[in-house]
Nanobody, 121 residues
Framework: QVQLVESGGGLVQAGGSLTLSCQAS????????MAWFRQAPGNQRELVAI???????NYADSVKGRFTISRDNAKNTVSIQMNSLKPEDTAVYYC???????????????WGQGTQVTVSS
């Protein structure tokens, strides 16, 4: 089993910045792509940013140019730097990782517990 623990959420004014971090743990697992999703009240969970093990990243149009995702493969961590935050960025942010124990297995999806980000206007 893989556990994902997020940190770094909080309250920030519009235009401010926050960095979220996620630590993946679990013995003998290989971590593949890692991502951040978010879910605002009444909305579906949506992909914010994703990064492959090789460092290729992709972003939702709504955050391009403002958010930057990064990872440290040696430490099994993924972070997202969020700049120029807007009230519409307010949501619970979830860390996601694809992981497998053996190379012949397909990847399984794992989720963190979520961390609240609130942007005040």
């Amino acid at each position: 089993q893989v556990q994902l623990v997020e940190s770094g959420g909080g309250l920030v004014q519009a235009g401010g910045s926050l960095t979220l971090s996620c630590q993946a743990s679990g013995s003998d697992f290989s971590i593949g792509a890692m991502a951040w999703f978010r879910q605002a009240p009444g909305n579906q969970r949506e992909l914010v940013a994703i990064i492959t093990r090789g460092g290729i990243s992709n972003y939702a149009d709504s955050v391009k140019g403002r958010f930057t995702i990064s990872r440290d493969n040696a430490k099994n961590t993924v972070s997202i730097q969020m700049n120029s935050l807007k009230p519409e960025d307010t949501a619970v942010y979830y860390c996601n990782a694809a992981a497998r124990r053996y190379l012949h297995q397909p990847y399984s999806n794992y989720w963190g517990q979520g961390t609240q980000v609130t942007v005040s206007s």
